[in-house]
């Protein structure tokens, strides 16, 4: 017996997406959302059906994401940021804040929010990882328009 196969693509049509973006290390974020704003649009998400939102630090995007879920109509969220190791147990504790809290606004909205936060040892790897050879804002976006394709296909089987 064959298994049927549902899967999300990255052009869903009247999607309105939220984009959480940190400003710490914004030579970075910066970046990151770019890429992730030319990933929406190249995938035909209109500029009107897009809310950048900026927030302090990598910290607050948890919060900040909880806000355009709550106060706005959007179908997902990009959550965008940068911690960089330093010398003391501070990048832990922040990287597992982070992540818990979007993993949380995940399933308590039952809405996508796509982890775009680089987790990093040194700003190099940073950069690296926000080029155009390899920008995970973009590669965040993409996975945001597919999980939020991927409900609606799921709920209409």
């Keep these: ?22 400003r710490w290390n914004s030579s970075i974020t910066d970046q990151m959302l770019s890429g992730a704003l030319n990933a929406l649009k ?3 998400i209109l500029d009107e059906d897009i809310i950048v939102s900026r927030c302090p630090g990598s910290f607050e995007i948890p919060l900040a994401a909880n806000y355009l879920l709550e106060e706005t109509d959007v179908d997902g969220v990009i ?13 832990e504790y922040v990287c597992d804040a982070v992540t818990r809290g979007v993993l949380d606004l995940n399933l308590k909205y039952q809405k ?13 790897q940073a950069l690296d990882r926000a080029g155009d050879k390899g ?3 973009g590669e ?3 996975a ?14």
């Design 1 to 22: 017996m064959a298994h049927r196969l549902i899967e999300g693509k990255t052009n869903p049509e009247g999607v309105k997406v939220g984009i959480v973006v940190s």
């Design 42 to 44: 190249g995938n035909g």
């Design 79 to 91: 959550a965008l940021g940068v911690i960089i190791r330093g010398g003391t147990p501070h990048f």
């Design 112 to 124: 996508p929010v796509a982890f775009g936060v680089l987790t990093t040892d040194d700003v190099k």
């Design 135 to 137: 920008n995970k804002g």
């Design 140 to 142: 965040a976006a993409l």
């Design 144 to 157: 945001l328009l597919e999980m939020i394709d991927l409900k609606v296909k799921i709920a209409s089987n």
